[in-house]
Every structure is written in C-alpha cells, then in structure tokens.
C-alpha cells in the first residue's frame, strides 16, 4: 500500500469517516509486518482492536461496565446536587441576614417631612396629581373609540340572533329525543 493512501485511511479512520471495508485495510497493511517507520507507532493500535473484534464478548463483562458507568454518572449528580444545596443554603442565609439589617435600620429612622411650608407641599401636590389626572384622561381617551365599535356590531349581532336561537332550538330537540329514548 502506498505511503499517500495509508495517509489518507488514517485520516479517514481518526476523523470517524472511514467504511468497514478500510478499517479492514489498515488492520492488513499494519499486521502485514512491512509498515513504513512514521507509521510504527500504530501497529499495536491496530494490532489490539483485530484481537477485540475476534475475542466473543462476555455479557456479564458488558453488563458491569454499563453498571459502572450509570453508577458513576448517578454519583456525579448527587455531589453536583449537594453542592448546588449548599450554594442556595448560603445565599438564602446572606438575603435573610441583609433583609433583617435593612428592617432594623428602616425602623429606627424617623421620617422628615420633605416640605417645612404646607403651602409649598400642597402645590407639590397639586401639580402631582394633575400630572397623574393627564395621563389618566390620556388613557381614557383611547377607549372612546371603544362605544363606536359597540354600537357598530349591534346589527350584526341581531343578524345573528335567529340563527342562535334555531341552534339552540335544535340541540333542545336533539336532547328531547335522547331523553325520550
């Protein structure tokens, strides 16, 4: 086999692309014992997975790794769910430490009035609450176009009406014969 298709194969085969029918190539060019010297290294590689393939595999031996590999995932989870544990434990802990620090101090301040002059708190007021009043009627404004809307479904809505109470008077008599039965 020449050097460029070796190549070739083992690159086929490293990348996961190569067929059966080269991976049974290579294991041939490197038990055939005449393998370039860059390519000694791959000998035992190759060498090992023919004798796997040929050795009958143990269902017992299979069974115990899957065991061992489910246990193994199942332990990971479990220090991953401790450890999570903790972490939350912990930041519960420092909310409730800060929360009560924040409460403590919130009680022991007295509140200031924000005004010294009632005349100046109430034209503070005032414009507050006309500034509220405008973006209400704001608001409101928009839902006026609500009562046209009303009133332009209403003939369909009585255009509908008869066809309503045929329905209605069909699903009495239905229920009439199945009573009746």
């Not at 041939?28 to 004798?51: L, P, T």
């Not at 269902?59 to 401790?82: A, H, P, Q, T």
């Amino acid at each position: 086999m020449e050097k460029k298709e070796v190549k070739h194969l083992l690159q086929r085969y490293f990348d996961g692309e190569s067929i059966s029918v080269e991976e049974r190539a290579l294991q041939a060019y490197f038990q055939s014992g005449d393998v370039a010297e860059e390519w000694r290294e791959y000998i035992d590689f190759f060498s090992g997975i023919s004798e796997s393939a040929t050795t009958d595999r143990d269902e017992k031996f299979e069974e115990e790794i899957m065991d061992f590999i489910l246990e193994n995932e199942s332990k990971e989870k479990i220090r991953y769910r401790g450890l999570w544990q903790k972490v939350t434990g912990i930041a519960a802990s420092v909310i409730l430490v800060i929360g009560g620090m924040l409460m403590y101090q919130q009680r022991n301040q007295s509140f200031e009035d924000t005004f010294d002059d009632p005349e100046a708190a109430y034209a503070y007021a005032e414009q507050t609450l006309g500034y509220v009043s405008a973006k209400y009627n704001k608001g409101l404004a928009a839902l006026s176009n609500f009562n046209k809307l009303q009133t332009a479904t209403q003939p369909l809505q009585k255009g509908i009406e008869p066809v309503n109470e045929y329905l209605e008077l069909i699903e009495t008599m239905g229920s009439g014969e199945k009573n009746g039965q």
